[in-house]
């Protein structure tokens, strides 16, 4: 139910705990406020809302109600091209939260274009949340928001693992773990897509019971839900043609991108002869072990260069290059341009886009 909350709505609010201990209700209801940034997920945001709205209907009360928030109160465009129609502005959120007027939760929801986002509302919302303790759920990439807003530090967060390196890097001193959402406190981070709906659901048990939790399961065709303590995998040893020893050998290269192992130091991780490691490569993927891990590396310097403003220098540095030139060399080769015109390319595409949604 997409509704306003009212005057009032303090005296509802509910009594967040760690996971594993009990949450207790003051009133049966569970009021939120869902501030929708554009070019948000539908994915993310679906994932989240639809098992709340089934958690009502098969509890067959209306414990969950939510309202829908944009920046200016206007319709906000996700990043399909669809457009969501809100019923409040942030600055009204604001205006509520510091009258100690709701809601029980706040959930943030952003998309790919995350790191130019942050407005003096938004942070306004965010601040208030921290001093009155209302909770805060980061969906994807809105995690970014928090970290500039100076919520998380000595706090504990994950983020989708596409924007991972480029925050790790911007926010060095932060706790960045691979998990699919992380629970801090008064603040969680997620890693978004399908991961929210892993979220919601230990939402949902924790709030109406785990019956509830199955019952919406089955009518979301899922079999189950998976732990915060899961990790956001980027190899699936189920795909065709990936065995686990080849995603056991990835994920230790992932692991160590900025210091690059040698495939002696990686056959020591894994506990298989080079030769091994060698064969399951050529057989799975028919690539050498050395080259699929330049090209990780690679993969994860051109996310740097078109998420941040790093200098392209530290980008090298950051995925194991001892030298701009051999970075520069490699890239091209894959590429087919510098480092420098991906950065350009990726500067021009982001004033295009914006001078493309001014004229809307």
């Not at 604001?94 to 706040?106: F, N």
């Amino acid at each position: 139910m997409n509704a306003p909350f009212s005057a009032g709505d303090h005296s509802r609010i509910l009594e967040w705990r760690p996971a594993g201990q009990v949450i207790g209700v003051r009133e049966n209801v569970c009021r939120l406020v869902i501030l929708a940034l554009p070019g948000f997920s539908q994915l993310s945001l679906s994932s989240f809302v639809d098992p709340i709205r089934l958690a009502n209907s098969v509890s067959g009360q209306s414990f969950f109600e939510w309202t829908i928030a944009s920046p200016d109160g206007t319709p906000v465009e996700c990043a399909s091209g669809f457009s969501l129609s809100v019923r409040s502005n942030f600055a009204s959120i604001g205006e509520r939260i510091q009258a100690r007027k709701g809601p029980s939760m706040v959930i943030v929801c952003a998309g790919e274009r995350v790191e130019k986002q942050t407005s003096t509302s938004l942070s306004k919302i965010l601040r208030l949340c921290k001093r009155h303790k209302v909770p805060i759920v980061a969906l994807g990439t809105a995690t970014w928001l928090l970290a500039e807003s100076g919520l998380l530090n000595e706090t504990a967060c994950t983020i989708h693992w596409d924007k991972r390196a480029a925050f790790a890097e911007t926010f060095a001193q932060l706790q960045v773990f691979d998990r699919l959402f992380v629970r801090d406190g008064d603040l969680v981070t997620c890693a978004g897509e399908f991961a929210s709906f892993d979220f919601v659901m230990e939402l949902i048990s924790e709030y109406l019971g785990r019956e509830t939790a199955l019952t919406v399961c089955r009518h979301t065709i899922a079999d189950h839900w998976r732990s915060a303590s899961d990790r956001q995998s980027t190899v699936n040893a189920g795909e065709m043609g990936i065995c686990k020893p080849l995603a056991e050998i990835i994920r230790v290269m992932e692991e160590h991108i900025e210091d690059p192992l040698t495939i002696r130091d990686i056959s020591k991780c894994v506990g298989r002869s080079q030769r091994q490691i060698e064969r399951i490569f050529e057989r799975s993927i028919s690539s050498s072990p050395m080259r699929y891990y330049l090209n990780l590396r690679l993969a994860r310097a051109k996310r740097l260069i078109e998420q941040t403003e790093l200098p392209l220098t530290e980008i090298a540095i950051a995925c194991g290059f001892a030298s701009a030139s051999h970075f520069s060399k490699c890239y091209r080769q894959v590429f087919g341009c510098k480092p420098s015109a991906a950065r350009h390319r990726s500067w021009m595409g982001t004033r295009t886009k914006k001078a493309g949604q001014a004229l809307r």
